[in-house]
């Protein structure tokens, strides 16, 4: 079981990033998909989630309106749009495949927001 997420980097504030989360080894289309962030010096906390059937979303109070999860099943990938940026948003961000009682976590993608 693989999820590797890509497209982090550093971006000025009010930038836009989209983060890849690249799946494999499990069936894709089967698991209900989240991003999460860990700031520095910070507690791990929960971004974004996208329901595997209904497609469903759902997003913390802070990024709603600004950023948009979404899936590809055909590419087992899910991404995470990220715009209007502030530097609050700086963190490494997980995506996360869970379908109960299995969870996977991938090894996460740094974003960094600062001028």
């Known amino acids: 079981v693989q999820l590797v997420e890509s497209g982090g980097g550093l971006v000025q504030p009010g930038g836009s990033l989209r983060l890849s989360c690249a799946a494999s080894?499990?069936?894709?289309?089967?698991?209900?998909m989240h991003w999460y962030r860990q700031p520095p010096g910070k507690e791990r906390e929960w971004v974004a989630t996208?329901?595997?059937?209904?497609?469903?979303?759902y997003y913390a109070d802070s990024v709603k309106g600004r950023f948009t999860i979404s899936r590809d099943n055909p590419k087992n990938t899910v991404y995470l749009q990220m715009n209007s940026l502030k530097p609050e948003d700086t963190a490494v961000y997980y995506c996360?495949?869970?379908?109960?009682?299995?969870?996977?976590w991938g090894q996460g993608t740094q974003v960094t927001v600062s001028s």
């Open positions: 996360t495949a869970d379908r109960h009682p299995t969870y996977y």
């Open positions: 080894g499990f069936t894709f289309s089967a698991y209900q």
């Open positions: 996208i329901t595997s059937s209904t497609r469903s979303t």
